[in-house]
Nanobody, 125 residues
Framework: QVQLVESGGGLVQAGGSLRLSCAAS????????MGWFRQAPGLEREFVAGIAWNGGNTYYLDSVKGRFTISRDNAKNTVYLQMNSLKPEDTAVYYC??????????????????WGQGTQVTVSS
């Protein structure tokens, strides 16, 4: 059974930092792209960041560029999202996602085959 388990969410003041982790089990994703999405109440799930299979290419939502960094450790089957200079508008449930058919990440929800359960990130002003 394939599972993606996120951790690291929480409550932080504006300007603070959090590091999300996503540990995969049940199969390896070392040859597949992975990504982070988020969903705020009443809004659609949106792409935040993606990383290519070998970590060589990364992609970001414009509003998080320069503040968030995605990385991966294929030996640990884990992907990370370092979030700095957090803003109240970053408040959402953050989801880890993995694709089985792409080497490079997509911003489309439908291109991902496995999803984590989500972790809440709340940024207070």
């Amino acid at each position: 059974q394939v599972q993606l388990v996120e951790s690291g969410g929480g409550l932080v003041q504006a300007g603070g930092s959090l590091r999300l982790s996503c540990a995969a089990s049940g199969r390896t994703f070392s040859h597949n792209a992975m990504g982070w999405f988020r969903q705020a109440p009443g809004l659609e799930r949106e792409f935040v960041a993606g990383i290519a299979w070998n970590g060589g290419n990364t992609y970001y939502l414009d509003s998080v560029k320069g503040r968030f960094t995605i990385s991966r450790d294929n030996a640990k089957n884990t992907v990370y999202l370092q979030m700095n200079s957090l803003k109240p508008e970053d408040t959402a449930v953050y989801y880890c996602a993995a694709t089985t058919s792409k080497l490079y990440p997509s911003a489309r929800v439908g291109d991902y085959d496995y999803w984590g359960q989500g972790t809440q990130v709340t940024v207070s002003s």
